[in-house]
């Protein structure tokens, strides 16, 4: 019999096979999980709410399917939990802000919830986010500070802080993430975990976000093949997002599964280590991104040193971004916008100051970065960047102590671009510092290379 404890150091896939061979079931896994959410969570703070027996008795449901020989879906049995920017009917959904209540008809599933469920998921419970995500990392005046599993005086990252701590420290192998501007990448990062933000419109995304289509919804998970199963479930139109796209052709995880052996042989793989010297990176990060693409070119893939055709578009990414801000800000009263986090607060101001004229500069701007990218991958199958310059800092913070940065996007220089452009962008472990703290690796492909990443993050971190 395997403990409970080994069970939450299993993949989703180990659970299936476990559930289908008759070595544990569902309801023993998510009890074993539960048990670690208990353990972790006045530690690390992952979880807004736990959903402790709603998961049993769905637990118990799959069980009786696996008993039967008769699963439901994908993922029946599997605990996931989901980032709380995300609805799921049955309890609130409280975007990290006091500003929102419990109270309401809390009836309705976000659409990559609803196919949780379909699939016969075990949904654990919600997990915290900064408010409304606003930020990098992961704080708020509702839920406190969410830390880093490996070392708990170090911020977990963000938006999706939660979710990526929560999966590293083994409570649940998945969960649902979202991302504006790197917020599944750098927690995954920062938490060393893996992380995906798919094409912009592959996850159906309801009710739309007010950072308009600079926010993406992908899965967190140990490993990319856990992923695409997890991006099997939840791809795929939906009637209320009509910028959703039409479901894929092929199975991400058959397809990796096929790719195995091929690996990344022959694949065009561009390095940019700084953004053609933009960036200042850690040398501690640099060389383990640098190891990484040595490694793939030891495995058949063609490297060449190469930077993308664009120059910082930061005030591009802050003029959508302080705009979405405004935009989920002003409906407020104004005891509400008193309660907000400062940083939010600040930013949305500045959203309330641009005129239309300034939104389609950038609505523009972005569009002509897209393009550039697209020629750019008509060279390059993938871009091997640093997910992050740096690593995990003190937890509390919005920026690294003594960092001439004011705002979060001064230190993720490499993840937003890839939200303007609107193309698949993943992170993968790729070591730790000598703090013992995760470097992660970033991939990007073309829009729908979502299967490019996915099997050159299996070539770096093997399953």
């Not at 990062?189 to 009710?207: N, Q």
């Not at 005891?335 to 939010?344: A, C, T, V």
């Not at 300034?358 to 609505?363: F, I, K, T, W």
Request: net charge negative; hydrophobic share 40%; glycine share 10%.
């Amino acid at each position: 019999m395997t403990e409970p404890s080994e069970l939450t150091d299993l993949t989703a896939r180990q659970l299936l096979a476990g559930y289908r061979a008759g070595a544990f079931s569902p309801v023993e896994a998510t009890r074993a999980v539960l048990a670690r959410i208990e353990a972790i969570q006045p530690r690390l703070n992952a979880f807004v709410r736990v959903d402790a027996e709603p998961a049993l008795a769905q637990a118990r449901a799959a069980e009786e399917r696996w008993r039967a020989g008769e699963p439901s879906g994908l993922l029946d049995g599997v605990p996931v939990s989901v980032k709380d920017l995300v609805l799921q009917a049955g309890g609130p959904t409280r975007f990290g802000s006091n500003s929102t209540s419990e109270d309401g008809n809390w009836s309705e599933d976000a659409p990559a919830v609803a196919r949780l469920r379909e699939h016969g998921a075990v949904l654990i419970g919600k997990t915290t986010t900064p408010e409304f995500g606003w930020k990098a990392v992961t704080d708020s005046p509702l839920t406190g500070i969410t830390r880093n599993p490996h070392d708990p005086a170090r911020t977990a990252g963000g938006s999706s802080g939660g979710s990526a701590a929560a999966v590293a420290a083994g409570a649940g192998p998945l969960s649902i993430g979202t991302d504006g501007g790197g917020s599944i990448r750098i927690p995954a990062s920062f938490c060393g975990v893996f992380g995906l933000k798919p094409t912009y419109g592959r996850v159906p995304l309801y009710p739309a976000s007010s950072f308009g289509t600079l926010s993406h919804v992908g899965p967190i998970a140990r490993d990319a093949a856990d992923a695409a199963l997890l991006l099997d479930v939840i791809s795929g139109a939906d009637w209320r997002d009509p910028t959703a796209l039409e479901p894929p052709a092929h199975s991400y995880a058959a397809a990796l599964a096929e790719d195995a052996a091929a690996g990344v042989k022959g694949l065009r793989i561009a390095y940019s280590p700084s953004f053609g010297g933009q960036v200042a990176v850690r040398r501690e990060v640099a060389a383990a991104v640098r190891a990484a693409v040595t490694r793939l070119a030891e495995l058949g893939a063609y490297v060449e040193e190469a930077d993308p055709d664009f120059a910082d578009p930061v005030e591009t990414f802050h003029t959508l971004w302080q705009a979405g801000a405004a935009s989920r800000v002003r409906p407020m009263s104004v005891s509400q916008r008193e309660g907000l986090d400062p940083g939010l607060r600040e930013i949305a101001a500045r959203g309330d100051g641009l005129s239309a004229l300034d939104l389609l500069a950038a609505q523009k701007a972005a569009l002509e970065l897209g393009r550039r990218m697209a020629r750019f991958h008509l060279t390059y199958d993938v871009l091997v960047t640093p997910t992050l310059p740096i690593t995990a800092f003190e937890a509390g913070r919005e920026v690294p102590p003594g960092s001439p940065f004011h705002r979060w996007s001064g230190w993720t220089p490499f993840t937003y671009p890839f939200n303007l452009t609107r193309q698949p962008a993943a992170t993968v472990p790729a070591g730790t510092d000598a703090d013992g703290l995760p470097v992660g690796v970033q991939l990007v492909a073309a829009r729908g290379g979502e299967g490019l990443l996915l099997r050159t993050a299996t070539a770096l971190h093997p399953a």
